[in-house]
């Protein structure tokens, strides 16, 4: 049914029709007799994987960015997925970039994004992923804040991975406090968190990739790490997501460091900034691009980043990924776990379930 839907929904602005579908979900999700429904229809068979210390129902998640604000979990849980990743989350609000920032690109079966981490906050997703923590009427009537951190309520058989960024208003200096203050936000809520320092639609985001900064930056993760895993009783892994975009030099420096710093995993990839061989008018759109014309480009970082890490941490693949054929490629090439987005746009929401299935 979704290529009737979806013609519809492409009469639509991409960032209005992402919000329509989205709240559909999100309220799919609430009710049990149409979460039910969505799970007799989209429900994944069991394939086990284990990786960073977590099993996993399957191998297949959403990349962060659908779900930014956690949102649609149950609705999305339905759908198949062994896990998602929401953010990606900054601990302040911020609008991001003005609009129109969402572009489809038909004929490349790709889109373009320059959103920017908008988004309400850290505190805001907190009281998603558990509601216990926002304040009950009373407090809020006398004004008090949010209550400290603990753990979420999870969804059964789900791995939730919440992926973090600084605010665009926080200079790369003083980056390090912004990711400090997430990872003991949602260190108790979060079976995994992702360290994202490959956006290229915050400004100067991708300079945190840069070997000495990384290092720094990574070194005071895995310290505060330590200090959670305490309290926590568990290890919360730390994954790294990097760009596409990077040098040779560049991605044996970050391996190097992730490695060095005692990181779990490392995603690859974020969406690039290159162009190459595009054919719809939309191709001269600044932001990231993600979709098909990023197969080649991911898989030729699969391969460059699997043979640097030789099997020490695994890796998680994303980017071109639009049906069963490239995410079995993937696993194939060393990917432990991968990840779809845009192939749900073009592809709907079974692409989850196919992809479980054909493996």
């Known amino acids: 049914m979704y290529p009737f839907f979806r013609k519809y929904l492409f009469t639509l602005e991409p ?11 999100r309220f799919a999700g609430w009710f049990p007799p149409s979460r039910w429904a969505l799970q007799a229809m989209y429900s994944a068979p069991s394939k086990p994987v284990q990786a960073f210390g977590l ?6 998640g959403l990349a962060a960015g659908y779900d930014k604000e956690a949102l649609a979990l149950r609705g999305l849980a339905a759908l198949g997925f062994g896990h998602i990743e929401v953010g990606t989350v900054t601990p302040l609000p911020q609008k991001g970039n003005p609009k ?6 038909l004929e490349d079966e ?14 805001f997703v907190q009281g998603r992923l558990n509601p216990s923590l926002g304040p009950n009427w009373l407090e809020r009537f006398l004004g008090f804040g949010p209550r400290k951190p603990k753990a979420a309520k999870k969804i059964k058989g789900l791995i939730l991975g919440v992926n973090l960024g600084k605010n665009k208003s926080t200079p790369n200096e003083e980056a390090v406090f912004d990711y400090l203050a997430l990872l003991q936000n949602f260190a108790p809520m979060a079976d995994y968190l992702t360290i994202n320092v490959s956006s290229p639609n915050t400004e100067g985001l991708r300079r945190l990739q840069a070997r000495d900064t990384l290092e720094d930056l990574l070194k005071n993760l895995h310290q505060q790490r330590l200090i959670e895993q305490k309290q926590l009783d568990r290890r919360v892994p730390l994954l790294v997501k990097l760009a596409p975009d990077l040098s040779n030099q560049e ?3 970050a391996v190097e460091v992730i490695l060095r710093t005692n990181m779990d995993g490392i995603i690859a990839i974020n969406t690039t900034v290159e162009r190459v061989g595009l054919r719809s008018s939309y191709r001269g759109e600044t932001g990231g691009l ?25 890796i998680v693949s994303v980017g071109g990924i639009l049906n069963p054929e490239d995410a079995k490629r993937r696993l194939d090439m060393g990917a432990a776990l991968i990840q779809i987005y845009t192939g ?16």
């Open 15 to 25: 960032e209005t029709a992402h919000q329509l579908t989205l709240n559909a979900l």
């Open 55 to 60: 099993n996993f129902k399957n191998p297949i």
């Open 100 to 105: 129109p920032r969402m572009f489809r690109l």
């Open 110 to 123: 790709a889109v373009i994004n320059r959103l920017g981490f908008p988004g309400r906050g850290s505190e």
């Open 251 to 253: 991605l044996d420096d």
């Open 290 to 314: 993600s979709g098909k014309p990023l197969k080649s480009l991911s898989e030729a970082m699969l391969q460059n980043i699997v043979k640097r890490v030789n099997n020490q941490i695994p």
């Open 344 to 359: 749900m746009v073009y592809y709907g929401p079974g692409l989850a379930r196919a992809i479980v299935r054909s493996l």
